[in-house]
Each structure stands twice: as structure tokens, then as C-alpha cells.
């Protein structure tokens, strides 16, 4: 989350690249996801991303 927070707003590859040694994609993506359900989070649609 604090890679989240420092940005502001951030996509998931921007996530990844703020984090040492970051897991895969689709772990990050989930882990958001998971955030957003529990209300801590909330995603704007970019097109497809």
C-alpha cells in the first residue's frame, strides 16, 4: 500500500517498479484488488488497463 499512497495514483506496473524485489503481475494485481474490496482502494478504468 505504501507504493500506492506515495504515488498517489499508480498502475501496477508503476507499483512493481516501486517495490524491491516485486512479485509477479497478476500477485500485485490481486493483492489491489483485495485492498479495493476491503475499501482501502478504489481503481479508475484507462481504456483497456
Keep these: ?8 495514483r499508480a498502475s501496477v506496473a508503476e507499483v512493481r517498479a516501486g517495490l524491491e524485489d516485486p512479485p509477479t503481475y497478476s500477485a500485485v494485481r490481486g493483492m489491489l484488488r483485495f485492498l479495493e474490496d476491503k475499501g482501502l482502494l478504489r481503481h479508475e ?3 483497456v488497463r
Design 1 to 8: 500500500m505504501d507504493a500506492v499512497y506515495r504515488r498517489g
Design 45 to 47: 478504468q484507462d481504456g
